[in-house]
């Protein structure tokens, strides 16, 4: 099993960034999930996309700015990223679960990309 994350980078506050998350090797449905970890703090969840159906759940900071879908065709899971804070940077991690998933902030995640880096300044 492999993620690869992708899609980070440097905009100014306001701006949008779409992160991308191709998975591959897994037999089964798999969650998958985004984390972030600012320097000096705790990784933290973002947002998540269950399996059929494919409910998605944020945490309340990125309502609203945040949107996780799945394109199943590509195996690719995608973050839109707008109106983005200086808060909002760090290294952003997908992370996937395999197996039929309903309620995806509640499990854990046994896969990881490698991470991709996130600024937001002016």
């Known amino acids: 099993v492999q993620l690869q994350a992708s899609g980070g980078g440097l905009v100014q506050p306001g701006g949008s960034l779409r992160l991308s998350c191709v998975a591959s090797?897994?037999?089964?449905?798999?969650?998958i999930a985004w984390f972030r970890q600012a320097p000096g703090k705790e990784r933290e969840w973002v947002s998540c996309i269950s399996t059929s159906p494919s409910t998605t759940y944020y945490r309340d900071s990125v309502k609203g700015r945040f949107t996780i879908s799945r394109d199943n065709a590509n195996d690719t899971v995608y973050l839109q990223m707008s109106s983005l804070k200086p808060e909002d940077t760090g290294v952003y991690y997908c992370g996937a679960t395999e197996g039929k998933v309903t309620v995806c902030p509640i499990v854990s995640y046994d896969y990881w990309g490698q991470g991709t880096q996130v600024t937001v300044s002016s």
């Open positions: 090797g897994f037999t089964l449905d798999y969650a």
